[in-house]
């Protein structure tokens, strides 16, 4: 018998009172969430979804979002998570690029944009409250069929479709339940995009689990620091900048959780152990004053798209004792540290990481494969190179010592200079340019960049803006413009990334 | 990539220096375990051992045995636990049943029996500290190979074979540990012996969570006693007869106790009331004293061998609002309530119930099926037929009405065993009850009863039956009636049926 990847059907048989989802004032129970999903099968069966179709999803975090991927799941249609800061260039790439059969967005989102056509499709709340209903079962859908294809920033420029499969999944979630722990009554605070995969990840992880998500539109402070003081929250995922602003507004934490899952860049052991020296809520009992021990807090984690989330991560009590480090690989993912020829390197030696194990996936989208029947395509590769740097340690522990050569990450987003530089060089003024990641406070790491123009032209920093604002999504435009009159180069001619960054900074 | 069956290589690599195994005063993490087991596996090779050789394994619960079910894996050998009770006859009907190529025991096991030959091998602490060590990787071992052959008495005759794969294993362990919760520092308390599903279940279930097991040879009350009060015992796996013998000894539950698995027959409600009444242990911090909330702590569940231990598995917090209930099935496990003619029946309906999942083997044990191309026996059929008699109610959650093979028929109407114990269990003398069908020439079968009163009370046979005659209908009344100073029991606690009905036929 193959596993089913229609969980919701699952997981409503053995728990439909249990509650799925919590968002502001509302929650729902699986059941509840199940009629609302049949519904929304309806209307894409309606709009002419079908099994193997591509469907688009450009929205906010939502009720209707959720109801979304688990209506495409059941009925084989695979979720393209869109990302919400995107220009229309960029979204029109990727919607032809996996060749969407439908894009659904919500009205906000699409106000400025004017590439909605008639594949376009609003998606408002009658989708959820309709008459019409579907109860599909649908017994030719297993495990290892695709969940979505999530786009990561390419290295070349552009963007690169990651298919992960309900295998993935299903083994990150298993992975991650039996590190950190799994306690019926779990609510999982998510303040993460769902188009970003640890987003999306914590949505099956709960649904496999049977435990509750408290769903935020996106980190806001306020309404983060609500819900963590009047919901029984036991568990929450953050990037660091958003660790960093709740640490700056919280005097404690509360008494019911129980872990911070720490991703999406470097954790800065300070940042940790801060997170760690924040005393939880003190209960009183009969006059008695009752202070929780503080046990550590945070589980700072490795993740990549390619592996459904969390590659590597440590538990609270270890992160404590070991700080900088990522941990061990998660149960079944296996990591080797290799040379430039791909030899396997010792302990303690510096290397690129390369991973192996259930989560990972095959390899990028590739229209031609990915529509080619399925036999031929190798669910699971014997590798992956990740292209960071790190090392493991004598326990087994990974160290993380540079996030592939030059990539940025800003606010738990990556950047891949390549993209803002292709960008930048597309305008006829710029014969060449430079960008790179200067650290911030806030953000960790702020985009830089440095520009070359052409002789004899004449352009100004908000000139240059101006264009970026329509090619590249915000997160990705440079916050520091620098004009030079030629970029400092290596001995070999190539552009010195090392000096680039150092000019930069000094400015 | 197939998934592997190796499961103690991938925990060592996750998690090696959290405790796997703890008996009486000593303690090993999953590094030290995994040694021992590389020792065993050179041991198991030297005596010819190959993958897919059946090996018999006559021990009690013990290191010995613990590092054996690895190292069998590990070689991609199939483990035969044979029940250290057995007659030699029975024991040599087993072993040869199923062709074992070895067969493994210690000493004190097999004194007495005649039947050790060159076949047998004696197991002894040499094993496990020897020189020799072996570190196998086979790649070829997946999750679909079995892991064991465990014996079920059978209801007609002789005992069938179980053979329970890996996978089988996998989602138990799964299922079980999303329902029920997975805490990194669980350790579970684990008295029942591993010949048993209940006891290897939990084997293969710590390893996947990374969590601890305190084994313990049987169930012996002191010691048991002991553990719970000096141990930090989060989970514990009992039949309703030790249930019932710790709550005659104990005042309080350790605070550090979140669960009690209650299964291998119907647990009264009395019983789980009682077990859930008792407080936990006060903490006094500060001259403070702290009562822990008293939650419910008993887990009722329904298990088979033939679904690799837990089928229902009600939560504690339900089956404290719901005595008497199973629960519902677990995640991915359907059940189906049919009659006599294979036909689905409605909620409330009695009928046989039907299982199908991940969890469920594909056949019993058949010498020529096993050892043909594995590609020809479907791992997974369509259904499991129990042979037990339930109903789900309007919530899905199961109800145990009966366990097929103890029906009487008698004039033509049905009498659950059941139903008269519970009435006979009413009477205030009665401590414990078994009601069987005994041959009758002129209604086919008669009900006949053992009781067990408390002690130090006095109750006329004609006094019993007129309490009977107010609370049953008359063709469920006892025609015969014995009573007895105590119930005889079967190796792991339960009520020996079939030694009843031979007693009760004898009088």
Known sequence: MMMTSDWLTSRVQASPQKTALIIGEQQWTYAELDQKVNRVCARLVDAGVESGDFVGVLMPNC?????????????????????????????????????????????ELVDELSIVNSQWSMVNESWLDGDLSLTINNCQLTIDNYQAVVFTSGTSGKPKGVPLTFNNHFYSALASGYLLGVLPDDVWLSCLPLYHVGGLAVIWRSCLYGTAVNLHPRFILEDVNRALDSLPITLISLVPTMLHRLL???????????????????????????ANGLERKQLTIDNCQLSIVNSPLVAPTYGLTEAASQLATMTPAEAAQKPGSVGKPLLFTGVEIVDENGRSLPPNAYGEIVVTGPTVIAGYFNAQRITDSDSSFNPHPSSFHTGDIGYLDDDGDLWLVQRRSDLIVSGGENVYPAEVEAALKRHPAVANACVVGLPDAEWGQKVAAMVQLLPEVSLTESELLAFCRDRLARYKQPRLLKFVSELPLTASGKIARQEVMAQLADD
């Open 63 to 107: 009720l209707e979002y959720v109801c979304l991927i688990h209506a495409l799941a059941r009925l084989g249609a695979i979720l393209v998570p869109l990302k919400t800061r995107l220009s229309a260039a960029e979204l029109q790439w990727q919607i032809e690029h996996v060749g969407c059969k439908l894009v659904l967005y919500s009205e």
């Open 248 to 274: 700056e507004t919280r005097r404690h934490w509360p008494a019911s959780l129980r872990l911070i899952l720490l991703g999406g860049a470097a954790a800065a052991p300070e940042l940790v152990e801060r």
